[in-house]
């Protein structure tokens, strides 16, 4: 499974990217608004460090508005994908710009028709929203299953699934098992994803019974 950063935050990007684990970046209008600077420069400041995916969200409501912030996101950086609501006049731009060859991200998905809908429409990238599931009482784990088996079903359907609104280490788990080809999480989950209690443990032992040592390597 590929691992997106969901984050507008370049310095939290940066050091997560010391990893090279970073296969891609999403944002969206909220995680833009954070960091009080310009959208463009943010996003070239994120695409100079990322050589992936940088999926950049239009704001329009309307198709035509949408194809044209589109193109002026475009220009920014060739790794930008365009980000698009799934709304009725977001899928007639999904439509219109896969035509044109534009990536494109489908975001805001909370249903299995919407997702097909959108792989229709030719969206390189469908976000189906986990957490946001979870918080209305639902499961997005089970809505990931279901449109893996959905997608399964079609070979001609080539969208991939981009897991999103990926709260905690569990979600990127389940979302791994329910085979998402990738999933975009919040640098604070990232940094759950390594730990755990007994590496810390084991790690302290080892390095107090080498101290008794007094060796070094060198
Ligand atoms: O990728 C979408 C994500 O940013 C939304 O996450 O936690 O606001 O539901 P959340």
Known sequence: MKIYIDSSD?????????????????????????????????LKEICKEIKGPVS?????TQAKQMIEEAKVLQKISKNIVI??????????????LTKKGYK??????????????AAKAGATYISPFVGRLDD??????????????????????????????VRNAEHVKE???????????????FHELYKHDLTDKGLKIFLEDWNKTNQKIS
Not at 10 to 39: F, R, Y
Not at 56 to 60: N, P
């Open 10 to 42: 370049i310095k939290e990007i940066k050091e997560i990217n010391k990893t090279q684990l970073v296969d891609g970046i999403t944002t969206n209008p909220s995680l833009i608004a954070k960091q009080n600077k310009d959208i463009k420069v943010i």
């Open 104 to 117: 494109t991200n489908v975001t805001l998905c909370f249903s299995v028709t919407q997702a097909l809908l």
């Open 56 to 60: 950049a969200e239009v704001t329009a």
């Open 83 to 96: 980000k698009l609501p799934l709304t009725f006049e977001g899928l007639k731009a999904c439509s219109h």
């Open 175 to 189: 979302v791994a098992k329910a085979g998402s080809d990738i999933a975009t999480i919040p640098p604070k989950v």
């Open 136 to 165: 209305i009482g639902e499961s997005g784990i089970e809505l990931i299953k279901d449109i893996r088996k959905v997608f399964d079903n079609y070979k001609d359907l080539k969208t991939k699934i981009l897991s999103a609104s």
